[in-house]
């Protein structure tokens, strides 16, 4: 869920700087084609299939991802791959923007999603020959790289294809399509591996099958310039900003609104979790189809916990915004605390060294103490949808400028980066689970606190004219 959502709001900076130039051609109405070919063409079909595009790619490394380890007994292979997946993502999602301007965004839709049955490979084959480590850290640098460019034109795509009063709707639907992936992909995993103590070969290849279809569903999507939307408008493509400009409006945002610097720990925070959830609970103390059951009550949490937040709490009309934020942040640090301390008086049950040894008990699903345990990762993808909609939230109510809130996703997107980079190494070099727990505890709590300035001083009922701009 937490690198997809980055690159959408960045990618949304590129709109204004394209509107101009393409005023005139918003001005002149087309007619729509008719039969199917009227609804194949149609901007709800393709963002629709660009969702599934996602569901297959994405979606399956999210549900990989949550079994823990990608599913292996030894998870040190796969921290080490997503080290290197997340410098490579940081790095080169700066350019990213300039090389889709180049090859077009369904070009690169296609040779992007390239990455994601290759990572799901070398899984596959380190099943079958233990010593294929460095393939599974090579192919997670890769996949870095291809991720990167995925979701620039996915960004790209998807608002572009809606008229202005559609926006909403059609990131809902993507998101929706999207997030189902890991859904669908844990269910998978825990049905074929129910009777099974280790993620057979036959998991690897219904994640690979999956993901190849993903590959070739851009195939099948029309050409964004044959486009027309359903007021008859042509699709005009967001033109990314070079890296050069990206780099340029990085040093006039923070000298304008430095107000945002109180958000980097949450920044860092925002995928930082993830290594203790996945790798040093879920992947540490249960069996495998235990982990498959986990995973899918996460995925599906994340779901009702953005829709409670993002509905219930902060688009509340009838309260005043800043009345919201409040309210927001509240729910938030009270969940970290409730959510943390039931975790820590599980951590500290176990090792590193006791989990790693021969014959460890693993908590298996017909076990007593396993409904306890399941209900801590229903809490975990509660708070993290919660805390990536209420950052993403606070940064829509600083400025309504697409430019300057493409600005402050780049941030979001290099520090989550970095932070993810920083644990997922510190758990590949067997860093003690509890190390690597408190300090997941202390860093959310320390993003919660240095926001707070900035939710109380900076966050107004209405946005104000000077912020409108970057």
């Known amino acids: 869920m937490s690198d997809a959502q980055v690159e959408v709001e960045k990618l949304g900076g590129g709109g204004s700087s394209s509107s101009e130039d ?39 490394f999210n549900a990989l991802a949550g079994l823990g380890g990608g599913g292996q007994l030894n998870t040190k292979d796969q921290a ?29 839709l296609m040779l992007a999603t390239w990455g994601y049955p290759l990572y799901i490979s070398s899984f596959l084959v380190v099943n079958i020959h233990s010593g294929a480590g460095a393939f599974v850290v090579t192919s997670g640098a890769i996949l870095g790289i291809c991720a990167a460019f995925l979701w620039t034109a996915q960004g790209s795509l998807m608002l572009s294809y809606p008229t202005e009063a559609q926006k909403g709707m059609f990131i809902s639907i993507f998101w929706t399509i999207f997030n189902l992936g ?16 280790v993620v057979g070969n ?51 945002a923070l000298k304008t609104d430095p107000w945002i610097i109180l958000l980097f720990p949450m920044f860092i ?39 409670f937040i993002g509905y219930f709490v902060l688009d ?36 590193r060294a006791e989990e790693a040894a021969q014959g460890a008990y693993k908590i298996d699903i017909l076990d007593k103490n396993y409904a306890a345990h399941v209900w801590l990762m229903i809490f975990y993808g509660f708070l993290d949808s ?34 993810a980079a920083c644990v997922w190494a510190a758990d590949g070099a067997s860093a003690s689970y509890m190390n690597i727990f408190l300090s997941t505890w202390c860093l959310t709590v320390a993003g919660m606190i240095f926001a707070a300035p900035m939710v109380y001083l900076r966050v107004t009922d209405h946005t104000e004219l000077e912020d409108e701009t970057l």
């Open 22 to 60: 393409s005023g005139s051609q918003r001005a002149e109405i087309f007619e729509r084609p008719t039969g199917w070919r009227g609804y194949y063409h149609h901007p709800v079909t393709q963002v629709s299939m660009l969702g599934f595009v996602c569901f297959m790619c994405p979606g399956m």
């Open 80 to 108: 080490n791959s997503n080290a290197t997946l997340n410098a490579t993502f940081a790095f080169f999602a700066f350019f990213s923007g300039s090389i889709t301007n180049v090859l077009g965004a369904r070009r690169t």
């Open 182 to 197: 890991g859904v669908v992909g844990s269910a998978v995993a825990f049905g074929l591996n129910f009777k099974s103590t």
């Open 202 to 252: 036959g998991t690897y290849v219904g994640f690979l099958i999956l993901t190849l279809i993903g590959v070739f569903l851009p195939f099948l999507m029309v050409n964004p310039d044959k486009m027309i939307r359903t007021d008859g408008t042509r699709v005009n493509l967001v033109s990314h900003p070079s890296w050069k400009t990206e780099f340029f409006s990085l040093f006039v």
């Open 269 to 307: 925070a925002s995928n930082y979790f993830y290594t203790w959830q996945f790798n040093d609970y879920n992947g540490a103390i249960f069996t495998i189809r235990a982990r498959g059951l986990n995973n899918f009550m996460y995925w599906t949490s994340q779901i009702f916990g953005s829709i």
């Open 316 to 351: 509340q009309k009838r309260v005043r915004r800043r009345v919201r934020a409040l309210y927001g942040w509240i729910l938030v640090f009270f969940m970290i605390f409730v959510v943390h301390v039931w975790a820590y008086f599980y951590q500290k049950t176990y090792t």
């Open 386 to 419: 919660m805390w990536q909609t209420y950052a993403y939230w606070l940064m829509g109510a600083m400025s309504n400028d697409p430019a300057k809130l493409a600005v402050f996703t780049g941030f979001y997107k290099s520090l989550q980066s970095a932070g």
